[in-house]
C-alpha cells in the first residue's frame, strides 16, 4: 500500500515564507513522479497550482512555487497573503502501477 | 474554456450501485492525451483519487477499490461515467470528476467540477 504523507498543519505569519513537502513511502520523490499541488478552501473544489514538480497554472499566483526538497516534493509561499489559508494536496504519479496518489493534506494557517 | 460538472444521486442505500454522471465542455476525448480522472472526497477528509480513463479508452482505478469501480465514457455526448458498486455508509463523499492531461514531461489534473455530495444511508 502506497502511501503519501505531509505535515499535518502549519503556521505562518502574513508576509512570510512556508515550505509544505509531500513524501512517498516509496522512497524518495522524483520528477518521475510529476507532482501537483491543490489548494482547497472549506466548501469548494480543489484548485490547481503546481504540475510536474515546478509548473505553474496560467491561473497561480507567483508567490507559489514548486520543486524538489531533500527527496520530497515541496511547494514554497512566499510573501503569504491571508487568502492563503486553505488545505493543501499534493498528488503523486506512480508510473510502475499507473495509479495517483493523494496526499493527507497540509492546513495552512495564516495568522 | 474547460467545464465539467458531476451529477447523479444524492442518496443512495447500502449494497446499491452509485451511477454519475460528469459532462464536459471545451476539449473532446476524441483528442490524444486528455482523459478524465474521479476523485472523492469523505466529509471533513482527504481527497482520494479513484481512477481515470484516457483518450484512447484505457482505464486505471485505485488498488483498494477497483473490483468496485468502473469508468466509461461517451465521446458523442461528452460524458464520462462512474459506476460503484455495492455501496457502503464509508462510501459517504463529495465525488468530483477532473479533466486530465500528459505527455511525456507532464501529467497533471486542471479543470475540477464543483463536485457532488453522494450520501450513503438506509
Known amino acids: 500500500q502506497t502511501v503519501v504523507t505531509q505535515e499535518p498543519s502549519l503556521t505562518v505569519s502574513p508576509g512570510g515564507t512556508v515550505t509544505l513537502t509531500c513524501a512517498s513511502s516509496t522512497g524518495p520523490v522524483t520528477s518521475g513522479y510529476f507532482p501537483n499541488w491543490f489548494q482547497q478552501k472549506p466548501g469548494q473544489a480543489p484548485r490547481a497550482l503546481i504540475y510536474?514538480?515546478?509548473n505553474k497554472h496560467s491561473w497561480t499566483p507567483a508567490r507559489f512555487s514548486g520543486s524538489l526538497l531533500g527527496g520530497k516534493a515541496a511547494l514554497t509561499l512566499s510573501g503569504v497573503q491571508p487568502e492563503d489559508e486553505a488545505e493543501y494536496y499534493c498528488?503523486?504519479?506512480?508510473?510502475?502501477?499507473?495509479?495517483?496518489?493523494f496526499g493527507p493534506g497540509t492546513k495552512l494557517t495564516v495568522l | 474554456q474547460i467545464t465539467l460538472k458531476e451529477s447523479g444521486p444524492t442518496l443512495v442505500k447500502p449494497t446499491q450501485t452509485l451511477t454519475l454522471t460528469c459532462t464536459f465542455s471545451g476539449f473532446s476525448l476524441s483528442t490524444s492525451a486528455v482523459g478524465v480522472g474521479w476523485i472523492r472526497q469523505p466529509p471533513g477528509k482527504a481527497l482520494e483519487w479513484l481512477g481515470v480513463?484516457?483518450?484512447?479508452?484505457?482505464?486505471r482505478y485505485t488498488p483498494s477499490l477497483k473490483s468496485r469501480l468502473t469508468i466509461t465514457m461517451d465521446t458523442s455526448k461528452n460524458q464520462v461515467v462512474l459506476t460503484m458498486t455495492n455501496m457502503d455508509p464509508v462510501d459517504t463523499a463529495t465525488y468530483y470528476c477532473?479533466?486530465?492531461?500528459?505527455?511525456?514531461?507532464?501529467?497533471?489534473?486542471?479543470?475540477w467540477g464543483q463536485g457532488t455530495l453522494v450520501t450513503v444511508s438506509s
Open positions: 510536474s514538480t515546478t
Open positions: 480513463i484516457y483518450w484512447d479508452d484505457d482505464k
Open positions: 498528488l503523486l504519479f506512480y508510473g510502475g502501477v499507473q495509479h495517483y496518489v
Open positions: 477532473a479533466h486530465f492531461a500528459y505527455s511525456h514531461y507532464d501529467y497533471y489534473f486542471d479543470y
